[in-house]
């Protein structure tokens, strides 16, 4: 079985602008880039698992997402780095009238992303790592047995603090502060 890094995208991969798709709008995440590498040379997946709301909000098309993250792909490489899968879910609650509603499962924090990633990659959970800066991000990772990490951003100050601390997740500055932890055997 196979360990994975689950990563959540806007506030942790990029800075979260609200609605990023077009690669203008991409800012790296400070250390983002060298985690993934890390992450890449360590023996570790790394599945971005991310909400796109704003493809049913009618604000841009899964197209334009899937070239956003094409760039970013070729961005990765030229720093010797690489995402394993990126996993989208287009879906929002107000904006799915007339839709199946179980395709509503694959939004965080549902958790149909993480397994079709289990399923397509064979994952073991209990040694997967999930880094997100929202606690729907992370609701998935703790019903699933994956170990969770909250990542600072402009959501911070939304977010259910003492939700954070009951269920003992570290807060890190970035998701190099991920890799200082793991890598020191913590």
Same mark, same amino acid.
């Given at each position: 079985?196979?360990?994975?890094?689950f990563l959540d995208r806007d506030g942790t991969?990029?800075?979260?602008?609200?609605?990023?798709?077009?690669?203008?709008?991409?800012?790296?995440?400070?250390?983002?880039?060298?985690?993934?590498?890390?992450?890449?040379?360590? @023996?570790?997946?790394? *599945?971005?698992?991310?909400?796109?709301?704003?493809?049913?909000?009618?604000?841009?098309?899964?197209?334009?997402?899937?070239?956003?993250?094409?760039?970013?792909?070729?961005?990765?490489?030229?720093?010797?780095?690489?995402?394993?899968?990126?996993?989208?879910?287009?879906?929002?609650?107000?904006?799915?009238?007339?839709?199946?509603?179980?395709?509503?499962?694959?939004?965080?924090?549902?958790? @149909?992303?993480?397994?079709?990633?289990?399923?397509?990659?064979?994952?073991?959970?209990?040694?997967?790592?999930?880094?997100?800066?929202?606690?729907?991000?992370?609701?998935?990772?703790?019903?699933?047995? *994956?170990?969770?990490?909250?990542?600072?951003?402009?959501?911070?100050?939304?977010?259910?603090?003492?939700? *954070?601390?009951?269920?003992?997740?570290?807060?890190?500055?970035?998701? @190099?502060?991920?890799?200082?932890?793991?890598?020191?055997?913590?």
């Open positions: 079985m196979n360990k994975a890094f991969l990029n800075v979260d602008f609200d609605y990023v798709h077009l690669p203008s709008q991409w800012q790296w995440c400070e250390r983002a880039v060298e985690s993934i590498r890390w992450m890449n040379q360590h @023996g570790w997946l790394t *599945i971005v698992v991310t909400n796109q709301s704003g493809i049913s909000r009618g604000k841009y098309t899964l197209d334009q997402v899937n070239e956003l993250h094409r760039w970013v792909d070729t961005e990765l490489k030229k720093a010797d780095a690489y995402i394993d899968r990126w996993m989208i879910a287009p879906y929002h609650p107000d904006f799915h009238e007339g839709k199946n509603p179980e395709l509503l499962r694959f939004r965080k924090p549902g958790t @149909g992303m993480f397994e079709t990633a289990q399923n397509e990659f064979n994952i073991n959970y209990q040694q997967s790592i999930m880094i997100g800066d929202k606690k729907t991000d992370l609701e998935p990772a703790l019903q699933l047995g *994956i170990r969770p990490f909250f990542v600072r951003s402009v959501h911070e100050m939304n977010q259910d603090r003492d939700w *954070i601390v009951k269920h003992n997740i570290p807060i890190v500055d970035n998701m @190099g502060g991920v890799i200082d932890i793991i890598s020191s055997g913590n």
